[in-house]
């Protein structure tokens, strides 16, 4: 069993930057896919973008470049930096964590508003 816990989320104005973090348990983590998607009010939970063990990344085409996900194995932890931030990011941002079995946090509200 892997616990995820997200933190790093808030309200920003558009333009600004904020980063997410989170902090995987267990001693595997170097060995799994993780992840950041995201559920607007009303609408399905959406991938943002994925991180593998080997580091090799993918994003969503909606992140054009504004977003990087990093991770820390020493640090059991995951990293989602968002710069340029819209109003359409506004959403609760989960972390997911995948290798034989899939894992997911309890999300943090990010809220993009001027």
């Known amino acids: 069993q892997v616990q995820l816990v997200e933190s790093g989320g808030g309200l920003v104005q558009p333009g600004e930057s904020l980063r997410l973090s989170c902090a995987a348990s267990g001693n595997a983590f170097r060995l799994y896919t993780m992840g950041w998607y995201r559920q607007a009010p009303g609408k399905q939970r959406e991938l943002v973008t994925t991180?593998?063990?080997?580091?090799?990344?993918n994003y969503a085409d909606f992140v054009q470049g504004r977003f990087t996900i990093s991770r820390d194995n020493a640090k059991n932890t995951v990293y989602l930096q968002m710069n340029s931030l819209k109003p359409e990011d506004t959403a609760v941002y989960y972390c997911n964590a995948q290798l034989y079995n899939i894992y997911w946090g309890q999300g943090t509200q990010v809220t993009v508003s001027s």
């Open positions: 991180i593998t063990s080997g580091g090799n990344t």
